[in-house]
């Protein structure tokens, strides 16, 4: 099964607005990152938080990391049209090789 | 720009043959994967390797095998392709050091549908 599950599977919200992802994970983690993918392309990278951080701003992105919960969520101000992507959690586990496992996503829609 | 190249964008084959999906970076990354994703069941991983002619069994080996001869290059080999394999097959790779805040960098994906 998947360690990180992201909630909600589909989200569409008008230019403009702010959107919130959440995910949620099942064992100890070294790290959780946030990835975009659009349409049939690879991924991209957005943003890495650590264990041992709590919140991590990049521009309009958001991310805070609640270990207790073993969740974490990424906000996206001020939404744009080019915002429309797919968005994937994925943790790195504590100990071993840097294994990242993905979570089955997020589908944003962002109508202008 | 620092990138990681698969070598085909669309691939079709037949069922049975031999397939070789080719990925190459120019980051000089220690770490490469090979992952399928497929809808609603997100990104699952093949294989990895950590090294040159290292690898390890990812999530769902079985069908698949690699091969890392030189640093820059991982490639996967579908042994006898089945119609089970048609999927997007995304390459990655990342540096040894887990304090990088770098993430991963994938490559632009290789949709194979075998028929």
Not at chain 1, 30 to 47: A, E, F, K, T
Not at chain 1, 88 to 102: D, E, I, M, N, R
Not at chain 2, 33 to 61: A, C, H, N, T
Request: with cysteine; net charge positive; hydrophobic share 30%.
């Amino acid at each position: 099964s998947q360690q990180g599950e992201e909630d909600p599977q589909a989200l569409s919200i008008q230019e403009g607005e702010n959107a919130t992802m959440n995910c949620s994970y099942k064992t100890s983690i070294n790290n959780l990152q946030w990835y975009r993918q659009n349409s049939g392309r690879g991924l991209v990278h957005l943003i890495l938080i650590r264990s041992n951080e709590r919140e991590k701003h990049s521009g309009r992105l958001r991310v805070t990391l609640d270990t207790s919960k073993k969740s974490s969520s990424l906000l996206i101000t001020a939404s744009r049209a080019a915002d429309t992507a797919s968005y994937f959690c994925a943790t790195v586990l504590s100990g071993g090789y840097q294994k990242v496992t993905f979570g089955t996503g997020t589908k944003l829609q962002v109508i202008p | 720009d620092v990138k990681v190249t698969q070598s085909s964008r669309y691939l079709v084959k037949r069922t049975g043959e031999k397939v070789f999906l080719e990925c190459v970076q120019d980051m000089d990354h220690e770490n490469m994967f090979w992952y399928r994703q497929d809808p609603g069941l997100g990104l699952r991983l093949i294989y990895f390797s950590y090294d040159v002619k290292m690898k390890e069994k990812g999530d769902i080996p079985e069908g698949y095998s690699v091969s890392r001869e030189k640093k820059e290059r991982f490639s996967l080999i579908l042994e006898s392709a089945s119609t089970n394999q048609t999927s997007m097959y995304l390459c990655a790779s990342s540096p040894w050091d887990r304090r990088s805040g770098d993430g991963y960098t994938f490559g632009s994906g290789t949709r194979l549908t075998v028929v």
